[in-house]
């Protein structure tokens, strides 16, 4: 079993639930999400490896219609019932789908937003990065967060592998940086990119 492979985020993902499951539907979204997307205007969202779907929901709930990606199941259902709690004004904004981002492609300019955070790469990130800038719509924003310190065996996307694979003609950088991560220790690549 792959340290970082499906069958090893859906043991995780069981187990963190069965032991923390009330705190986990309390986790906050992303600050760099939040920070960054507060103002954007509502439309069509994908967020890609969206885990517990903290992010999704948070989205959902100021407007967005989203799909929801992760191939963990277990996740997923954690997902699909915290968000059913909050609401069916919450939960019809949201297509929940098991997929492996490792082959899955999203439909193309299918989305004003396309998020993915701290998605572990199981190929090449540069093509992941195409993969899912490719659903973005003109106008629309690509928001990637990755670990820019990694524990061994991990890959996620950096600042230079978005840089290698967007091209700049076609793409306005508003932030290609490293910051500190607002919760706990570590630095993280936070990338926001516009379609031109």
């Not at 792959?2 to 043991?11: I, L, Q, T, V």
């Not at 701290?118 to 540069?126: D, I, K, L, N, R």
Request: proline residues 6%; negative net charge.
């Amino acid at each position: 079993m792959s340290e970082f492979g499906r069958e090893s985020w859906e043991a995780r993902w069981s187990r963190a639930l069965h032991e923390h499951g009330d705190r986990l539907g309390q986790r906050p979204p992303n600050a760099h999400l939040t920070a960054e997307l507060e103002d954007l205007p509502p439309g069509h969202a994908l967020d890609a490896g969206c885990g517990h779907g903290a992010e999704t929901l948070w989205l959902a709930a100021r407007g967005w219609r989203l799909a929801a990606v992760d191939f963990s199941a277990t996740a997923l259902a954690q997902a699909r019932s915290t968000a059913e709690a909050m609401g069916a004004d919450v939960a019809g904004r949201i297509d929940w789908i098991e997929a492996d981002l490792a082959t899955w492609a999203p439909p193309p300019k299918g989305y004003d937003l396309v998020v993915s955070l701290y998605v572990h790469v199981a190929g090449s990130v540069e093509e992941m990065v195409r993969r899912m800038a490719a659903a973005v719509a003109p106008g629309g924003t690509l928001f990637l967060v990755g670990a820019a310190t990694e524990a061994a065996g991990q890959v996620q996307v950096s600042v230079e592998d978005a840089r290698a694979a967007l091209d700049p003609l076609r793409w306005e950088m508003i932030v290609a940086e490293q910051r500190p991560r607002p919760t706990g220790a570590g630095i993280d690549s936070v990338l926001r990119y516009r379609l031109r």
